[in-house]
Each structure stands twice: as C-alpha cells, then as structure tokens.
C-alpha cells in the first residue's frame, strides 16, 4: 500500500497531529517554567520580607539575642562600655576571626540562607546568634537582593587596651 | 594438496562477492570524508572501519555463537544497541558536555527547538507513503532531529534491519550542515531579518543551572516516559556538569566513558552495514527521506524563527531557527556564519545554541513519541 491510502491506513495524520501537540506543549510548559524560574528564586530569597513578622527569621533571631545579651531586656551596645562588653566585642571579633574562613568558600555577594547552611555543614555552633550579632556590628552587610557580604576590614581583631 | 585447496576456499579471494566489495569501497569512501574532510571523523572513521571489516568475506566479527563456539566481537558489542545501552550513554556524556544557560537565559527559543521537529513528523508521512510500516516511518523520519544517537536509538528499538542505512544517514547529514542549511536558510529570510542584531543574554546562576535538569525530567518524565532514558541521561550529565560536588563523574562522563562508547557504538553501527541490509532501494529511499527530514527541520525551524521576530517586534533573528535541528554545535556554528556574513559585527553563536540544545531536548522527545504511540 502507498501513498494517501497507506498513511490512512497507519493513522498517520493523527499521528502526526499528535506528536506535534505533545512536543510544541511539552516544550512550552518546559519554556514558561524555566521563563519564571529566576523570578521564582527571587521570590524565595526575599521569603523573609514576604512572610508576617512574627515568622521573619531575622527577627527571630533578634530576639534570640536580645534574649541572650540581657533577657530581652534593652539593646546591646555598639561600642563596648566595661570589661564585660570589651570581653564580648574581643569575642565577637573572634567569631568573625573564624567564621571568614567560611564565607571566603562562599560567591561574594552571597545570600544568608547559603551561609547558614555552610555554618550547619561545618558544625559551627549559634549560627543564627553569630550572624545576628555579626550584621549588627555591620561586618555582615546587606548589599543587594537579599544578599550580604563580608566587610574583612571590619573583621579584624580592634585594638583594645 | 587437499589442504592446500580447503585453506584456499577459506580465503576472502574464493568467497568474494560484488556486494562486499561495493560495501568496502563505500566504507574506504566514508574513511576518506572522515580523515580527509574531517567530516564528524570521531564517528565516521569508527563507523566506516567497523563497515569494513563486516564486509570481508566470511568476516567472523558478527558472527552468532554456535555450537558451543562463542560469537563474534561485534556480535557481542552489538547488544550495547540491541538492548538500547550506547545511545543514552552517549546522552550522558553530551549533558555533561551542554552548557545550557543560553536556552536558560532566552527559554523562548525552545519553541525554534520544537518546530524545527517538524520535520521528523512530515517525514514520517512521506515514509508511509512510501510504503514503509509505521515503525520503520518513525524511525526514518527521526533522521530530521539531526541527532545521532536519539536516530541510532529509535531504530534499534524500531526497526533494527534499517539501523545501519539511518545511522549513516543521520551522521553524514550532520557532517553536512554546512552545505545544506545556509541556502534554506537564505531562502526563508530576508536581509533585513539577517542582520537583526539580538540583546545580550542575561547571566544565569548558579541554583537555576542546577534546577534546570531537574526541572526538565520532572516535566517531561511525567509528560512522556517512554524518553526517559535518553532525556534522563542528559539530565543527569548536566547535574553532574552543574552541581559542582560531582566534578570527576562530570569528567569521567565527558571523557573517558563518551569516549570508549563512541568507539563501541561506532563499530557496531557500521558493522551492520553488510551488503545484505545496506544495498537495497529502501537504503537510497532513507537517504532520500533523510535529507528531506533535515531541510523540513530546518526550514520549520527558522519559519518559527520568523513569528518569534514578528512576535517580539523584531528582537530575534530568525537564522537561529536553523539550530533548532540537534546537530550541536554545527548547526549553530552556521548560523553564526550566515548571520556573520550580512552583518560581520553580529554574534549569533550564543542565541543559537539556546534552540540547538532545546533541539536535542525536542528530537529526545518526538523519539519518546513514537516509542510511545508505534
């Protein structure tokens, strides 16, 4: 058989019509999912200021160590005012001694969510405290998209007498 | 002397045949395009040495086992593509090779990858009208993805007995993109629609390089299952490629194992190049049907690229259509070329392959089909 008849006998038209609409379909939902993908990723990043305050981590974490510098009760100095606050900033700056090795493994600007998951991984301990602590002495600071980065300036160990 | 004369008859001289000999001269044929012309040499010569050595008279390479006595070398290498091995290897490897951020960063241009199968599917038609039974039909028209495993896969699957005439089809038309696209191309377009300089491409990161493979399978494994083996083990490449904690299977598939099957999946593809498959009407009737499945596809292809133009005020340029047939990195070598050619300042390279590799995603997918529906 040939021609017209034998395509009509395999169903080809149908066929045919068929496998056009699955690959054009299949290929268009590929191609508008990939089209928002970016955007999707976005939005993930910026979840903490899309979600209530209550559940923002950033805040949680504030009060995590709000609570831990004075049971929740006033804000913890810049500079350090007594011997307790000086032994509390040398320890800062240790902390940030030892946590730049980490950050250095990480894209510069770099988002939060990467570092915690780094600190996880390499068993460091009061992630989000350190890195509370860390943005408020302005050593960790937001750039742009959600994403921080380092200032190793900063990071060093102050000269105090 | 009766020795003499039994030594004799086991000779090639005592059993050569006309066809063996015209098999052999188009294997030495191909072995010069693929040395001399440098035409896909990495498969030609493979293909071509492995076509030769089957066409020796009494050649025991391809040989059943029998009476105890083991079969032959390539009868044994064989069932890399009997049992469908080789073709989603080679996949493995071409996904750790693929950098996918230009279709990442202009997805649209999947659709140029889409239409550019058309031509699988007008092909399948003129097959059956031909006389060809459906699965035969497919496995020709799959020639127009201009992908050879994705070709040699579907027709091992489908129709073994034509498996050495499409795969010699499918690699000498990708061996021959230069020459056939650019006037198809020229022909579509106009000067106007040449010289269309494209907008930068955005820069993709680093999670959506690793999502994309992810992504694909979960679309398309639940879509069509039937392309898992081929489409997974591209995804799987580029996870390797992108991840970033899987550098040596990246490697490895890159290299050493693309490699060691290129050479096994070339071999037994021209050892089934034997006179009794190849020299047949139905051999000249896939070369013809193969050619026309690689102009439909491309002429699909940039007539989409065209509506893309129209339907972006004028922000693509329709020669990337052209790279919608698989055939990466050539066919968007020639775009670049053509394009390049009307506007010496313009860079196609990087917008083409975004359809080059949604082609090879798309022809993956039109084979998924027609295993599916055939």
Redesign the interface.
């Known amino acids: 058989m040939y021609g017209i008849e034998a395509i009509n006998e395999a169903n080809g038209w149908n066929l045919t019509i068929l496998a056009i609409s699955v690959v054009f379909i299949s290929l268009i939902i590929l191609s508008l999912i990939i089209s928002q993908l970016h955007r999707i990723l976005a939005v993930w990043d910026e979840r903490t200021k899309l979600l209530p305050q209550n559940l923002a981590p950033e805040k949680k974490d504030a009060e995590e160590m709000r609570k831990h510098e004075g049971g929740g009760k006033g804000q913890a100095s810049p500079t350090p005012t007594s011997p307790e606050d000086i032994n509390e900033t040398t320890a800062m700056w240790e902390a940030a001694a030892a946590w730049s090795p980490l950050i250095e493994r990480l894209d510069d600007p770099f988002l939060l969510a990467d570092l915690y998951k780094l600190a996880a991984e390499n068993d460091f301990p009061h992630p989000h405290l350190t890195i509370s602590r860390l943005r408020y002495e302005s050593i960790l600071v937001p750039v742009e998209n959600q994403r921080f980065t380092f200032k190793y300036e900063r990071a060093g160990k102050p000269d105090i007498q | 002397m009766d020795k003499f004369l039994h030594f004799i008859s086991q000779t090639g001289f005592a059993n050569i045949e006309l066809s063996s000999l015209v098999m052999m001269v188009i294997a030495l044929f191909l072995l010069y395009l693929g040395i001399a012309k440098k035409y896909e040499p990495l498969l030609l010569v493979p293909i071509s040495f492995g076509m030769l050595l089957v066409n020796f008279p009494l050649s025991p390479l391809m040989a059943l086992p029998d009476n105890g006595q083991p079969g032959g070398l390539f009868h044994y290498l064989y069932l890399g593509i009997e049992l469908g091995i080789y073709p989603p290897l080679i996949f493995l490897g071409i996904g750790a090779l693929t950098d996918f951020s230009p279709?990442?960063s202009n997805?649209?241009t999947?659709?140029l990858?889409?239409a550019a199968?058309?031509g699988i599917?007008?092909t399948?038609?003129g097959a059956?009208?031909?006389?060809f039974?459906?699965m035969e039909?497919g496995s020709i028209g799959i020639i127009g993805g201009a992908d050879g495993p994705t070709a040699i896969y579907l027709s091992s699957q489908m129709a073994p007995h034509l498996l050495g005439a499409i795969s010699v089809a499918a690699y000498s038309y990708m061996a021959l993109v230069p020459i056939i696209q650019p006037p198809i191309m020229r022909l579509l377009t106009t000067k106007k629609e040449r010289i269309i300089v494209m907008e930068d491409l955005?820069e993709?990161?680093?999670?959506?390089r690793i999502?994309?493979p992810i992504?694909?399978i979960l679309?398309?494994g639940f879509?069509?299952p039937t392309a898992l083996p081929l489409l997974g083990m591209l995804m799987l490449g580029n996870l390797f490629r992108e991840c970033g904690v899987t550098e040596r299977l990246s490697k490895a598939s890159q290299n050493e194992l693309n490699n060691i099957i290129v050479i096994f999946l070339g071999l037994t593809v021209g050892a089934k190049c034997s006179a009794y498959y190849f020299l047949t009407v139905e051999t000249i009737q896939i070369i013809v049907l193969g050619l026309l499945a690689f102009a439909m596809g491309t002429a699909t292809g940039v007539l989409m690229g065209k509506v893309l133009c129209k339907a972006t005020g004028g922000k693509v340029n329709p020669l990337i259509g052209a790279a919608g047939v698989s055939a990466v990195p050539m066919s968007a070598r020639v775009c670049q070329t053509v394009g390049q050619k009307e506007n010496p300042s313009n860079f196609l390279l990087m917008f083409a392959m975004g359809p080059n590799v949604?082609g090879v995603?798309?022809s993956a997918?039109?084979a998924g089909?027609?295993l599916a529906?055939?």
């Open positions: 279709l990442i997805p649209k999947l659709l990858g889409a199968q058309v599917f007008g399948f038609l059956l009208a031909l006389g039974t459906a039909a955005r993709t990161s680093k999670r959506e999502l994309f992504i694909v679309i398309t879509f069509l949604g995603i798309g997918i039109a089909i027609f529906v055939l």
